[in-house]
C-alpha cells in the first residue's frame, strides 16, 4: 500500500475527532514511529505494509486516546520522553516556560526545583542545558514518579526526583522554583475537550473550586521565605486576580504571553 493511501485511511477516520491538519501530523507521528519514516516518504510515494500495528494504534486513536500516550512517546525541548496515562502530556506552552528560564539564566550553576514534575520534562531539559547545576523535581503522585526517574534514566539525566505535598509538607530552599500545578477549577469541566478529561491524570490537572489560585500562593509565599525566584504556567483567566494579590504582597512580577498571545507564563521575585 503506498504510504499516501495510507495517510488518507488515517486521516478520514481521525477528522471525526480533530481538525485535518492536526489528524495529519497525527499520522506522521505514528509513521516515524513504526517506520523511521518522515513526511518525504508520503510524498514520494513510498510502499508499506498495513499491518496489525497500525490497525490496533489507529483503534486507540479513534477511541479518543491522545497519540502520545498511544505511542508511549512525546517529544519536549529536544528530548523524546516516556509518557503513560499517570502523567501530563508535555505542551508546547511549558517548552516557552522552559525557554524563557534558560534565556533568564544563561550557565547556571545553583539549584532547581520542579513543582510537580510529572514526567519530568522541565528539570531533564534545565539538566540538559546546565550540566553543573543541581536539578531536581518533586511530585505527590508515586506513578508520575517512576515515569520521571525512567526519563532520567533514559536520558543519562542525573536530575533528583522525589515525593512531596507542597500543600502540607516543608521544602529545602532553592534559587529557583518551577511550577505547572493543577489550576482548572472543577467546575471548568464541561469546557475541556473529552480525550482530556478521559486519559490525562485529574490530580494534576484539577483544584479546588473554592480557591483554585492555591498552589500558587503557597509556592510564591515558601520562595518569599527562601527569596527564591519563582516561574510559573497558569490560565490566563487568574491573571487580574493574580495581578492583585501579588501586589498587595509588594512582590515583584512579570508576565509573559504564550504562543497564542495569552497571559499563561508568570515570573515572581523578591528584593
Request: one cysteine or more; proline letters at 5%.
Amino acid at each position: 500500500m503506498q504510504l499516501g493511501v495510507l495517510k488518507a485511511l488515517f486521516t478520514d477516520k481521525l477528522t471525526k475527532l480533530y481538525r485535518l491538519s492536526e489528524a495529519e501530523n497525527i499520522f506522521y507521528m505514528v509513521l516515524y514511529y513504526l517506520e523511521k519514516k518522515s513526511k518525504t516518504a508520503v510524498l514520494l510515494g513510498q510502499e508499506t505494509m498495513l499491518g496489525d500495528t497500525y490497525v490496533t494504534l489507529l483503534q486507540s486513536l479513534m477511541d479518543g486516546k491522545p497519540v502520545q500516550y498511544v505511542l508511549n512517546e512525546a517529544p519536549f525541548y529536544g528530548l523524546d520522553l516516556f509518557v503513560d496515562e499517570t502523567v501530563l502530556i508535555p505542551r508546547p506552552e511549558t517548552e516557552q516556560l522552559v525557554h524563557w528560564i534558560l534565556e533568564d539564566h544563561p550557565n547556571f550553576q545553583g539549584s532547581v526545583v520542579d513543582i510537580g514534575t510529572g514526567s519530568g520534562c522541565i528539570p531533564l531539559v534545565l539538566k540538559k542545558h546546565w550540566p553543573n547545576a543541581q536539578v531536581s523535581g518533586c511530585d505527590i503522585s508515586t506513578e508520575a514518579l517512576k515515569v520521571a526517574q525512567r526519563n532520567s534514566k533514559e536520558q543519562n539525566l542525573d536530575v533528583i526526583f522525589f515525593q512531596k505535598n507542597i500543600l502540607t509538607e516543608e521544602l529545602e530552599p532553592y534559587d529557583i522554583i518551577v511550577s505547572n500545578p493543577p489550576y482548572i477549577a472543577h467546575s471548568e469541566k464541561d469546557d475541556m475537550h473529552e480525550n482530556v478529561l478521559e486519559y490525562e491524570p485529574h490530580i494534576a490537572l484539577f483544584v479546588d473550586d473554592t480557591d483554585p489560585l492555591l498552589f500558587y500562593k503557597t509556592i510564591i509565599l515558601l520562595a518569599h521565605q527562601q527569596k527564591s525566584t519563582c516561574y510559573f504556567e497558569t490560565s490566563e483567566y487568574y491573571r487580574p486576580e493574580l495581578d492583585n494579590w501579588l501586589k498587595e504582597h509588594n512582590f515583584s512580577f512579570v508576565w509573559q504571553l504564550d504562543f497564542q498571545d495569552k497571559d499563561r507564563l508568570l515570573k515572581v521575585t523578591f528584593d
